[in-house]
Every structure is written in C-alpha cells, then in structure tokens.
C-alpha cells in the first residue's frame, strides 16, 4: 500500500482543514487507516483512526474537533479538522495497518506528511 497525503496549509485558530490520503492498492478497504502527527521537537503521536467497518478512535485532546472518514470506493482516507488550535500545528502523517492501534511502531505503511500550520 503506498499512501499519499495532501490538504495542509494555513489555517487561523479556530478555523477548519480536511486532510486527505490516497492510497494505491486494491484491499485499501481491508486496512485500518490512521493519521499521526509530529510537531517540531515533539515525539510523533497518534491523531485518530478509523477501522474498515468504520469504528474510530481519537486521542483525546482532538475528539469532539476531528473527525476521521474513509471513502473505500476512492481508496481516501480524510480527516476534518474543526476548532484548530496552535497546538496542532504538526506534520500529519497518513498510516495503514492490520488492527487498530495507537502504536506507531503498529502500522506497516507510512505516507509523507503534510504540514498543518496554525496561526494565532
């Protein structure tokens, strides 16, 4: 599975952004897919996923705000950012894995990131 992420950029404080993730390969709709993000200096840390029958899960500073969807048709992976705050200003990294985790090390597949910039 390759994965592709794009949809960053400026956003203001309180404002909104969807990421996206192309993934190639035809049992897309097999996978578990996820984002993680890294901020500058920061260790990488789980954001959100959802599973292929559409269970999700958020760490808990992002739930409520984020919202992770899958269109299998298109092989997309999407995540709505709402109420975005300074403090999730990060690159966002696209995942795919067998079973939900909030291990990084857990997912086999990794996108390039896109970087999410939050102005204050």
């Known amino acids: 599975v390759q994965l592709q992420a794009f949809g960053g950029g400026l956003v203001q404080a309180g404002g909104s952004l969807r990421l996206s993730c192309a993934a190639s390969?035809?049992?897309?709709?097999?996978?578990?897919m996820g984002w993680f993000r890294q901020a500058p200096g920061k260790e990488r840390e789980f954001v959100a996923s959802i599973t292929w029958s559409g269970s999700l899960y958020y760490r808990d500073s992002v739930r409520g705000r984020f919202t992770v969807s899958r269109d299998n048709a298109k092989n997309t992976v999407y995540l709505q950012m709402n109420n975005v705050k300074p403090e999730d200003m990060a690159v966002y990294l696209c995942?795919?894995?067998?079973?939900?985790?909030?291990?990084?090390?857990?997912?086999?597949?990794w996108g390039q990131g896109t970087l999410v910039t939050v102005s204050s």
């Open positions: 995942v795919a894995g067998r079973f939900l985790t909030t291990t990084g090390n857990d997912y086999h597949y």
């Open positions: 390969g035809r049992t897309f709709s097999s996978y578990v």
